[in-house]
Every structure is written in structure tokens, then in C-alpha cells.
């Protein structure tokens, strides 16, 4: 059994009581060499997310340059009263060179924490020697080691720099720690990411294993990146591997929607790695699917898209500037992969145009090579544009809305947008959410008819009336050679002349890359391609699963009555990538 550690406690008099949920595994290690690579290198999770492929296309892409504020919640407490064991182990050899600094003055040499330093190295680790007993030497490189790092305690962040109102000077704020309520402290990080045009990027909670179903504060915010967990696979052997990963699962990433009817997660990625042992200067140790994993891949990696907006020439000036926050956040869910199975919101396509992502998957798998590429697309004002790329402005209360055109080369291509923005709260204690402050915003899908540019057709459209995210996943249509995007203001919201409201949209289009995910033949969803899965496809293909009684296949096929109203509700979806099981 994997044990859970929780911890619970009272900030302030006024502060309602908050779990912080942690999940330890102690397991063996499986891995092997990248394809490319006579050495292995860790954490393997980087080349599942394509942040690797991207350090490829630009080297110096290593987060230079870019300053990240990591939120660390102490272990221990007194009275309640927290014992400032929070920090980061820089004696380890692969965060000794790192560029840290404790916000508190001191100098890491104490108060280390075991779950900070795992983040540590999944964010910053920089070990070209590393060595572990199950595999031998490996080369350790975090998502950005060259990125500069203010470590904070939770509470001391909170008071200061949420309540006092201190400066927060980071582009980045990292929190891999979470709260089952929303708070004064969870709406002030929001309003403070707003007004001050921060990404944040926090974890959304490691599931039903760790009694977290529903996802954990301030990863549940509306201005907040949430992150979600992908399992990784157990081999055959037992071990657990550090390069292969499934899909994402409740049992390990804790599920939307929010009790407010909110899509969480927005993105996912791998919670296993290979981490740096809080103990000592060389060790390293296995963590399985963690949240708190996941968000350090996505925030580095969001630390080398700024990197590379704030150097490039040609990105610079229009990336710098108020809405960069959005910018990312757009980018990052627009370029996201889509795993087996994604789909809207509910299973019956009915909710999709009101849901805009999947309550597991949120927009997909981080995938830093097609951010990257994503981001370079540029932007693009209104009007004709390419079919890549995105943009950062302010809607007016008196503009009907912001249309971008596009032409499409090939059929059958998927054209995927986005569209971010940001709530309103208090800027005072309690921080109340404004919601009559916030706007609605609509975003839409036109064809343009080739014979009559004139005339368009509305294909499909995401229209949320509680979230701050819309999201677009369409099959071009091959009567269509012409798009176009439509930013504007939910027709039924009220909008005065002096209503405005800062977005960002990202847009693209090109292939399925679904298609040949081998995870499509998990159809029980137990991390193995086995002779269960081709029995329950035949089950399906006859019509006769239903009529199975569903204790039996449970017990037999280990799959449950979730996962059969999945594959058979949703069949019409699946079946395309199920062909090559009728294939000779």
C-alpha cells in the first residue's frame, strides 16, 4: 500500500483548516537509454512531454534568464505553528550549482524537505554523472537548470505577499501543494496573478488513492494552470518504468469538474521521476504519479517558452506586454496531445459546446516541442491570418467581437483553439471573487463557403457560462478550404460600452495525433495491451456487453461499469482508432 501523508492546520484565526495531501512510493526502478542517447537520461518524463525534442530544435533554451517562485509548504508542524523544513537540498550534487535563493535569507543548510527536493530536481537538476543502483549511470537534467528560483515558505508567502501585499516579482509561480477548499489565500494568489500578469501553474491532486477526488485549490482556480497526473506503466516484471506512460486515471489525478461546474484540470503530464534524495549529496530515488511532479515539468517548460519570447526578435515586443501570462497559458493547453479517449466534459456530446475540456485530460498531454512551435507561429491581428498562431488583446464593450481567417491546405486536418482570460477578485482581504465584475466570452468556428466568401457557416462553437477557458477540437470539414475564428462576448451577458476584457486565443491546424497511440487498445484501463482488452473490443463489436453482468466483468476483465458506459456511449468516437484491430 502506498501510505498517504496529511497534514492539517490553521493559518490564521480567520482561515478555515487545509489539508496538503502527499503521496510517497518506494518502488524498483525500470528504465533504458533514449533512443539517441548511450547514456540514459532523467527525468524520462522529459522526452514523453517533448521538452527534450525541444532543447533539440533550440540548445540554449535552458530557462536563462527567467525567475520562478516555488511555494513550499513546511512538513512539520508545532502547535501549529510551522517548523520551516520547507527548503530544497543544495548540498545534492544536481541542485549545488543551481541559482536559488530562500526568500527567508537562509542558506538551505537546514529545514530541508523531502518533497521540495524532488521538485527541485524535476524543475532545476543539473547531474551529467548521476548514478542509482538499478541503472547505472544516467545524464540528470531538469526542465530548465538554468532558470533562477525564490523559494518560499507557504506561510510566509502567504502572509507577506498575499495578505501584505509584498511585491511578487516572479514570472513564474510554481505551488505543488493543494487545499480541498477555496480560500482568502487560493482567491488572493488569483487576483494577484491577474493584476500583476503572472502564470501560475499548481497541481491539481493525485485522485481517489490519495482521498483527493475532486481537484485541490489554488489548481482549481480559474486564473491558476492546474495539472493533472499520467500514469506511468508497470512492466510485466513488476517494475515501474520511467519512460512509458499510459494515460491519465482518476485513481492518480484528482478529476473535474470543480464544485462551482468549472473544467479542471486544464493539462497533464507525467508524475514519475527519478528525483534527488533529500539525504545526502548523489542518491536519487523513485516517486510515482505524482501531481506534485507533473507541475514542475509544466511550469520549466513554460519557463523555456518565456525564454524564448523574451529573446527572439521577432517575438519580443509582441509577447512582452500585459496579457504574456494569458499568451502562455493559451499556448500551452492549444498545443496540448490529446491521449485515448479525450472527450468533453460528459461522455454524450450533448454538454460539449458548454464544456470545454475533459474533466481528466483537461486539453491534453504537455507537449513542449509543439508549444515552442506554437509560440514562434507569432502573432496575429485580426483579419487574414495564418493557420497557426495566436494573439493578446483587449476586447471592448462596443466591439462585436474579433474575427481571425484562415485557409486549410489539406481535409481531415484537426484545427484546435483556445481562448484564456482572467476573473475578477477583491484586491483586499477576503478576496472576493466580482463576479459581477467578470465577463463571458464566446468563441466560435466559422466555415467560409469557397464559392461565396461572403457567406459563412457556424461549424461549432465553445460557449462555457463558468469557466475562463474555451476550447476548440474540430475535424476539418473537406467542403471547407477556409476558416475563421471568432472572439467575442456571450450574446446573453449584458455589455455596456465601457466593458473590457483582456484575452488571448491560440489557434492551428494539422494532423490527429491521437492516431497510433498503442493506449487506445487499453480498454480497461489498467496500463497493458492484453488479451482482456481484445476480449472486451469483441464483446463491444457484438453488441453483447451490456448484457453482461457487470460484477462478472469487473472481477474477469477488470473493467468497470464506468469504463464500459465510456467505450459504448462514445463509440462512434473510438471506432476510427480501433481499425487497426480489424486489420489483417
Known sequence: MIPVLKKTYSKLPYAKNIAFVCVVAFVCVAAGASADNAVPMEPAALDFTNTRSLWKVDPNLTGKGILIGAICRSITYVNNQPQNDYRFNMDHTCLYDADVLFAD???GQFGISEHAT???????GLDENATHPDIGTFDYRGACPDAAVNVYEFEQFSILHLL???PIKEDIILLSLGDIFEDWWTRALEQAAAENDFLVVASIGNGTNAYTPKPLYPGAGSNVLGVGVVDAVTNTDGHISLRNFSTAKAIHSSTGPTEDHRCKPDIVAPGTALVPSANGENGYKLKNNWSSLATPLVAGSAALLE???????????DFNR????????AVLMNSARKLPFWHKGQIDPNDDRETPLDFIQGAGLLDGLAAQQQLTAGMEKPGSVKAMGWDNRILQGEDWGYE???EVSEPNQIMTATLCWNRVYQSEYPFKHLLEEDTDLRLELWGIDPNNPEKQMLLDYSDSVNDN???IYFTCNPDYAAYAIRVRFNE?????GSAKQQFAVAWSVGPDRQIDNVWWRDLNADNANDWMDDFIYTLIKSGRIETIDEAFLEKLLKISPERIELLTKGLSAWEPYWAAWDSP
Open 404 to 406: 481571425y481567417a484562415f
Open 492 to 496: 446573453d451577458q449584458p455589455i455596456d
Open 105 to 107: 535569507g537562509t542558506d
Open 469 to 471: 477557458v474555451e476550447h
Open 118 to 124: 524532488s521538485i527541485a530536481g524535476v524543475l532545476l
Open 322 to 329: 500585459p496579457g504574456k501570462s494569458l499568451v502562455l497559458k
Open 164 to 166: 501584505g501585499k509584498r
Open 307 to 317: 525564454q524564448k519570447a523574451m529573446t527572439d526578435d521577432a517575438l519580443k515586443d
